[in-house]
């Protein structure tokens, strides 16, 4: 594994155009996203710190705005591609659900949420005023990867309390991962991120 864990995303709440921030243990820049606002067709450039002036990755989507949509990731220094996300259909509207593929277009990952009612919690009292501010200290939604087919957990994304932001952590639950696999992992939970502010 290449980063120093626990790693921290983190994004503000009311900011007009979402912008996350994925730092290392030292408090050190790894990525930076700022999503444009209305796209049709997604298409996410992820940089290495706030200046924007070293592209790491791009996310395209693979059709028009669609809860079905594919994400994949390529990497911008060779062109490669490294994989891709989808949020699974059905199975996401109670509990998030999203599909791993590796560059072959092979499902090997999934993510899955922890607890729905936590994030149900978190959203109910979020919209609500001055108590909003308060939702993150009750309610702390997780996000898990696991390999398909099986119950082995691999990374590990949950929220923290935080004022004003959404903070969440990022533990590394296999010491062995690839950095291909990583990269994966960490590129899903952005993206992931980006979807689930969207519905709420």
């Not at 949509?69 to 591609?81: L, Q, V």
């Not at 996401?92 to 899955?112: D, F, K």
């Not at 291909?180 to 502010?197: N, P, V």
Request: charged share 25%; net charge positive; proline share 6%.
């Amino acid at each position: 594994m290449r980063y120093q864990y626990p790693l921290k995303m983190s994004f503000k709440i009311v900011a007009v155009a979402p912008q996350i921030y994925v730092r290392d243990a030292q408090g050190t820049d790894l990525f930076y996203v700022k999503q444009k606002l209305l796209k049709l067709k997604e298409d996410i450039g992820v940089f290495s710190d706030s200046s924007k002036s070293r592209q790491l990755f791009t996310i395209k989507a693979d059709r028009i705005i669609d809860f079905s949509a594919k994400y994949h990731f390529t990497s911008s220094t060779d062109n490669r591609p490294l994989g891709a996300v989808k949020r699974e259909g059905m199975k996401s509207l109670w509990r998030a659900s999203y599909q791993i593929s590796n560059p072959a277009e092979q499902p090997l990952h999934t993510i899955r949420e922890g607890n729905p009612w936590a994030k149900v919690g978190d959203g109910c009292m979020s919209s609500l005023p001055m108590l909003g501010l308060l939702s993150g200290y009750f309610f702390h939604p997780s996000y898990i990867v696991y390999q398909t087919g099986t119950e082995t957990p691999l990374m590990k994304l949950e929220k923290q309390p935080a004022f004003f932001e959404g903070v969440f952590k990022i533990e590394a639950l296999a010491p062995n991962l690839s950095d291909e696999d990583e990269t994966r992992f960490l590129l899903s939970f952005i993206m992931m991120i980006l979807l689930e502010r969207q519905r709420g």
